[in-house]
């Protein structure tokens, strides 16, 4: 009985070590990768510091990784779903900014929830843009909040990471 206590305790030393060893592997991985190309807001309006469109223009840091009309076209599904959801939470703002005397703020909840949905299709999407094409480029789009260079304020950007290529010649 002993016996079998010792070997499954030696079998979980050995995985222990090997999970330290890939951890160790994939920081030094990351280590060597470029920092992440930002893609800041360009728009006029801003909800909750979500811009109405992003930037278009093809960033030099991404040249020899993805063509200028795949950055662009990626950036014109986020811009179009920009379009068509933040003009109506727009409108809950200004209903909800009237009202908030009245309702003791819960008039800005609609505005709240619309501003997460929004959110959430942009991440939808861009894991969908991650799947068909930017993951086998070792690249890796997600919407990610960051201090305003200008202010204290939050604003949503684009970050589009370098993920590090696996190296072929470690056996599994």
Same mark, same amino acid.
């Given at each position: 009985?002993?016996?079998?206590?010792?070997?499954?305790?030696?079998?979980?030393?050995?995985?222990?070590?090997?999970?330290?060893?890939?951890?160790?592997?994939?920081?030094? &991985?990351?280590?060597?990768?470029?920092?992440?190309?930002?893609?800041?807001?360009?728009?006029h309006?801003?909800?909750?510091?979500?811009?109405?469109?992003?930037?278009?223009?093809?960033?030099?840091? &991404?040249?020899?990784?993805?063509a200028?009309?795949?950055?662009?076209?990626?950036? *014109?599904?986020? *811009?179009?779903? &920009?379009? @068509? $959801?933040?003009?109506? *939470?727009?409108?809950?703002?200004?209903?909800g900014?009237?009202?908030?005397?009245?309702?003791?703020?819960?008039?800005?909840?609609?505005?709240?929830?619309?501003?997460?949905? $929004?959110?959430?299709?942009?991440?939808?999407?861009?894991?969908?843009? *991650?799947?068909?094409?930017?993951?086998k &480029?070792?690249?890796?789009?997600r919407?990610? @909040?960051?201090?305003?260079?200008?202010?204290?304020?939050m604003?949503?950007?684009?970050?589009?990471?370098?993920?590090?290529?696996?190296?072929?010649?470690?056996?599994?």
């Amino acid at each position: 009985m002993m016996e079998d206590f010792d070997e499954i305790y030696e079998e979980e030393e050995e995985e222990e070590e090997e999970e330290d060893e890939d951890r160790a592997a994939e920081e030094q &991985l990351l280590k060597y990768a470029p920092d992440p190309v930002v893609v800041r807001g360009s728009g006029h309006v801003t909800v909750f510091g979500l811009s109405n469109k992003f930037e278009s223009e093809f960033p030099s840091a &991404l040249t020899g990784k993805v063509a200028p009309e795949e950055f662009k076209a990626s950036i *014109n599904r986020v *811009n179009g779903c &920009l379009r @068509k $959801t933040l003009p109506v *939470n727009v409108r809950w703002l200004l209903c909800g900014c009237l009202c908030c005397c009245c309702t003791l703020g819960f008039s800005l909840w609609p505005v709240i929830c619309l501003s997460k949905r $929004t959110r959430r299709s942009i991440e939808k999407l861009l894991e969908w843009e *991650n799947s068909r094409l930017y993951h086998k &480029l070792c690249l890796h789009w997600r919407l990610s @909040k960051r201090k305003c260079e200008s202010n204290n304020m939050m604003e949503y950007v684009i970050l589009i990471e370098f993920l590090p290529k696996i190296p072929i010649f470690r056996p599994d």
